[in-house]
């Protein structure tokens, strides 16, 4: 399939759990400006524990 960008994981993660960006960024431990961030593509590449904290939570596939 078509691999999806780490906006549009987040953004489908959101609707499939029906929670807010304030609610995700509260499970993750981030700021709402950082899950805005991501969905907006601002920022394409989380590092360290971000990275771990989305991967744990909407399986982002690791980067080579």
Do not use: C, H
């Amino acid at each position: 399939g078509i691999e999806m960008t780490l906006s549009e994981r987040i953004k489908s993660y959101r609707k499939r759990e029906d929670i807010t960006q304030r609610q995700l960024a509260r499970r993750l431990g981030v700021t709402v400006k950082a899950v805005s961030d991501w969905e907006r593509g601002a920022v394409t590449n989380p590092r360290g524990l971000y990275f771990e904290a989305l991967n744990s939570l909407i399986g982002t596939p690791k980067k080579e």
